[in-house]
């Protein structure tokens, strides 16, 4: 994974604000040269540092409104082949390795409570997952973010700007 500079980051984060602006705009915003901005855009890019454009397609525009987490405990011996047969089940978008009492902590999506009973089924019916403990989203109180993160990398306390 790349490590971003401090100039990377003032990219990146006058990209957060002004997400259709062009290399020229946040150039011209940043103080930097056309060349700058765009070689620096291209490196970020062929990097780790972007997330897939897929991440930034909401679920609920997709009919897959109800957002629930679940907590599986599973058979560590059998991690490797649970994981390949959560990855079938469409629902899941992202799922995570964590310690505590249980073992994945997958987020998942569906269009009713019937299809998240569903889900929860399938998710029972894969060989070593033991339980799923459920718990329904209510509200999104704050979303996925990274700006504050880039201001407190440039030194600013976030929403200073």
């Known amino acids: 994974m790349q490590q971003l500079d401090a100039t990377d980051l003032k990219i990146l984060s006058a990209m957060c ?9 946040l150039a011209t915003e940043l ?5 700058t901005v765009q070689a620096r855009l291209a490196r970020i890019e062929t990097g780790e540092a972007l997330l897939p454009f897929e991440q930034r397609v909401n679920p609920a525009a997709l009919g897959f409104g109800l957002v629930s987490f679940v907590n ?7 991690l490797h082949s ?13 799922a995570h390795g964590v310690t505590g009492s249980a073992d994945i902590l997958a987020r998942v999506v569906a269009a009713s409570a019937e299809e998240l009973f569903r889900v929860n089924g ?7 997952v033991e339980r799923a403990d ?3 989203s209510m509200a999104e109180l704050i979303p996925h973010r990274t700006l504050p993160l ?3 990398g ?6 200073s700007n």
């Not at 604000?17 to 705009?25: E, I």
């Not at 649970?82 to 992202?94: A, D, F, G, K, M």
């Not at 399938?122 to 070593?128: E, F, R, Y």
């Open 150 to 152: 880039m201001e407190l």
């Open 31 to 35: 103080g930097l040269s056309r060349n």
């Open 154 to 159: 440039l030194g600013n306390t976030p929403g």
């Open 134 to 136: 459920t718990s329904l």
């Open 82 to 94: 649970i994981v390949e047969q959560l990855r079938t089940i469409p629902e899941i978008v992202e």
């Open 17 to 25: 604000r002004h997400p259709k602006a062009s290399a020229v705009a």
């Open 72 to 78: 599986i405990h599973v058979r560590q011996r059998m």
């Open 122 to 128: 399938q998710i029972l019916d894969i060989a070593g």
